[in-house]
Structures are given as structure tokens and as C-alpha cells.
């Protein structure tokens, strides 16, 4: 997989914002997709992933009502929509790829990240 991540940029608090992660790659409907955030001083924490299908979906607590993944197997991307946006959202967020179980767990291959996109939400 080659997973390119794009769409971050600066909202205010409250606001909405879309990332999405394309995948340049020819196995992209395989993997189950991820996506990862890291702020500044802390470590990467998992978001939400998707299943292979779309047909299973995870979230963490944290985003888990705001934020809303997919994916378009079709155009190999995946999305990450994300709503009633805090200044603690604010990071580096990441797609990842890999089994399901594994990605949630945070167990990734190294080559299956994508540089990330940074979102910054604004008070």
C-alpha cells in the first residue's frame, strides 16, 4: 500500500472538517483502514477504523458520535469525517493499513502508514 492522507487544515472549535486517505497501492480493498492522531508531546492515539467491506466499523470514546469513517473501495480511499471539532482534536492524523484487529491495537507494519495531515481546531 502507498497511503497518501489529505483534507487537514485549521477549523474553529465546533466546526467540521474532512480528511481523506488514498491508497496508490493495488491492494487497498483488502486492509482494514485506520486512523491515527498524534498531538504534539503526546503519543499517537487510535481513532477509528473501518473493515475491509465498510461493514465494521470502531471508534474511541473520544470521537465516537462526531467523527464518521468510510470508505470507497472503488477509488481506494478512505474518509474521515469529523464534526463538533475541540481544540484537544488537534494533531497529526494518520491512516493506517492492516488487519482489523491488529490496527485497532495499534499494530501496524512499518509501510502502511501514511505521512499524515495536520488539523489544527482553533478555540
Known amino acids: 500500500v502507498q497511503l497518501v492522507e489529505s483534507g487537514g487544515g485549521l477549523v474553529q472549535a465546533g466546526g467540521s472538517l474532512s480528511v481523506s486517505c488514498v491508497d496508490s497501492?493495488?491492494?487497498?480493498?483488502?486492509?482494514?483502514l485506520a486512523w491515527f492522531r498524534q498531538a504534539p508531546g503526546l503519543e499517537r492515539e487510535f481513532v477509528a477504523a473501518?473493515?475491509?467491506?465498510?461493514?465494521?466499523?470502531v471508534y474511541a470514546d473520544s470521537v465516537k458520535g462526531r467523527f464518521t469513517i468510510s470508505r470507497d473501495n472503488a477509488k481506494n480511499t478512505a474518509y474521515l469525517v469529523m464534526r463538533s471539532l475541540r481544540p484537544e482534536d488537534t494533531a497529526v492524523y494518520s491512516c493506517a493499513a492492516g488487519p482489523l484487529q491488529q490496527i485497532v491495537a495499534g499494530k501496524v507494519a512499518p509501510g502502511f502508514w501514511g505521512q499524515g495531515t495536520q488539523v489544527t481546531v482553533s478555540s
Open positions: 497501492g493495488r491492494a487497498f480493498s483488502v486492509y482494514a
Open positions: 473501518i473493515s475491509w467491506n465498510g461493514g465494521s466499523t
